[in-house]
């Protein structure tokens, strides 16, 4: 079964204080891996795109890494505006299939 | 250019009513997707239309219906409403039928009682 575990859960960080988030995924055969941000009440907001092994896309104070197994996205000297949720997703190979989300990180920084 | 919108933001319902969410696409886009996200979960995918028909469905039941209209726009329907319909509703457009970099709309927030 096509699977997306994001960890930790919640992590709280110092303003200045780089840390980084994981996705881990099982999927037969991987399309893409997105990473989005959610801020309360609010729509994902979409971040980065990568699609084969190796890959590195940055954003600012973000940058997305892909393993084979798992994605990382690294935060460098994160500010408090960077407090929100972010989701990780999978698509599939198979043609035409819908992203599976993993849970979040809800990441907080206080100044 | 006009982002997603979605109405209403927030609705209260009973069990076994029934309730009609709205979205409008984003500019230049005919693809909308529809995902429900319960409190603390990633979203879950619903359904996507494609120029007006339904372009996959993911594990929910006939209940949950939709409809696309030609200006792109869409409505989710849900009859028989349950509690663990409780949700956040997001509507997503995206370009020419795909699920790659979803325009996710601020969502409607769905209590059932």
């Known amino acids: 079964e096509d699977q997306v575990t994001q960890s930790p859960e919640a992590l709280r960080l110092q303003e200045g204080e780089s840390s980084s988030l994981n996705c881990s995924y099982t999927?037969?055969?991987?399309?893409?891996l997105f990473w989005y941000r959610q801020d309360p009440g609010k729509g994902p907001e979409f971040l980065f795109t990568l699609y084969s092994a190796g890959e590195e896309k940055e954003k600012e104070r973000l940058k997305a890494t892909l393993t084979k197994k798992e994605s990382f996205l690294h935060i460098t000297a994160p500010k408090p505006e960077d407090s929100a949720t972010y989701l990780c997703?999978?698509?599939?190979?198979?043609?035409?299939?819908?992203?599976?989300f993993g849970k979040g990180t809800t990441l907080s920084v206080s100044s | 250019e006009t982002g997603v919108t979605q109405s209403p933001t927030h609705l209260i319902k009973t069990r076994g009513q029934q309730v009609t969410l709205r979205c409008s696409s984003q500019?230049?886009?005919?693809?909308v997707s529809w995902y429900q996200q319960a409190l603390g979960q990633g979203p879950q995918f619903i359904f996507q239309?494609?120029?007006?028909?339904?372009?996959g469905r993911g594990n929910f039941p006939p209940r949950f219906s939709g409809l696309q209209f030609p200006n792109y726009s869409s409505e989710l329907n849900v009859n028989a409403l349950e509690l663990d319909d409780s949700a956040l509703y997001l509507c997503?457009?995206?370009?020419?039928?795909?699920?790659?970099?979803?325009?996710f709309g601020s969502g409607t927030q769905l209590s059932v009682l």
């Open positions: 999927v037969s055969g991987l399309r893409g």
């Open positions: 500019s230049g886009h005919n693809t």
């Open positions: 239309y494609y120029r007006e028909e339904e372009n």
């Open positions: 997703a999978v698509q599939p190979n198979q043609a035409g299939t819908a992203l599976i």
């Open positions: 997503a457009s995206s370009p020419a039928g795909g699920h790659e970099k979803l325009f």
